[in-house]
């Protein structure tokens, strides 16, 4: 069975200081990676993906994630963050039919 | 630019009553899903619909029942609320069912308590 796990429901951190949140999978077939940001009051935005290709995807706000085959990890990283990154951080799994299976969310906490 | 639109944003329902959620996509996507999420479990997919006139068991379906209405609309009904369907629901959209490049696109959720 695919699964996702996100060990740090929470992490808090100074603005512009630099962050990284941790994802792991667990899949025996071929993954496709995403993540998620969920603000306050609102639905899941996609912050970027990864199907293919380079291991280093980029996506929106300034935040990039890393695809590591051999340590099953898609870790999301932000190398100086705002008061308004502030958010819930999903990562998310798709074993190729747009069944997403999601991570249990971390909590990004800046503060000033 | 409405995207995925959800009705209503909040309800409070008592034991046993029964609630259908409503879910409308402007997109003209294909395939739509119905979500729940609780804290510490991140979103569960409770049923799919691949395209109009199908639909689809998942993770967590038991208790709910959906209806694909027509391509735009998705509902998703509580016959008989118990207190553990207390959650979050969340519709989402995509293009194509199976196709990983087109995202899925949400809706800003139905808070719904079960007293």
């Known amino acids: 069975a695919q699964s996702v796990t996100q060990l740090d429901s929470q992490v808090p951190v100074f603005e512009e200081a630099p962050v990284e949140l941790r994802c792991n999978y667990s899949?025996?077939?071929?993954?496709?990676l995403f993540w998620y940001v969920q603000y306050p009051n609102q639905g899941l935005q996609l912050l970027l993906k990864?199907?293919?290709?380079?291991?280093l995807v980029k996506g929106i706000n300034g935040f990039e994630a890393e695809f590591n085959k051999s340590q099953t990890s898609f870790h999301l990283r932000k190398p100086s963050v705002h008061i308004s990154d502030t958010a819930e951080y999903f990562c998310?799994?798709?074993?190729?039919?747009?069944?997403?299976?999601f991570g249990t969310g971390t909590r990004l906490l800046v503060s000033p | 630019n409405a995207g995925v639109t959800q009705t209503p944003k909040f309800q409070v329902l008592k034991t046993g009553q029964s609630m259908t959620l409503q879910c409308a996509q402007d997109?003209?996507?294909?395939?739509m899903y119905w979500y729940r999420q609780d804290p510490g479990m991140g979103l569960r997919l409770i049923y799919y619909?691949?395209?109009?006139?199908?639909?689809d068991k998942g993770e967590v379906p038991n208790g709910y029942n959906v209806s694909r209405l027509n391509k735009r609309e998705f509902s998703l009904r509580l016959e008989s609320a118990a207190p553990s369907q207390t959650s979050v629901y969340f519709c989402?959209?995509?293009?194509?069912?199976?196709?990983?490049?087109?995202?899925?696109?949400f809706g800003d959720g139905t808070r719904l308590s079960i007293l």
């Open positions: 989402a959209s995509s293009a194509n069912h199976g196709d990983i490049n087109q995202p899925q696109h």
């Open positions: 899949s025996s077939v071929s993954v496709y």
């Open positions: 990864y199907l293919s290709g380079s291991t």
């Open positions: 998310a799994l798709n074993t190729g039919f747009q069944k997403l299976v």
């Open positions: 997109m003209n996507h294909n395939s």
């Open positions: 619909s691949a395209s109009e006139g199908t639909t």
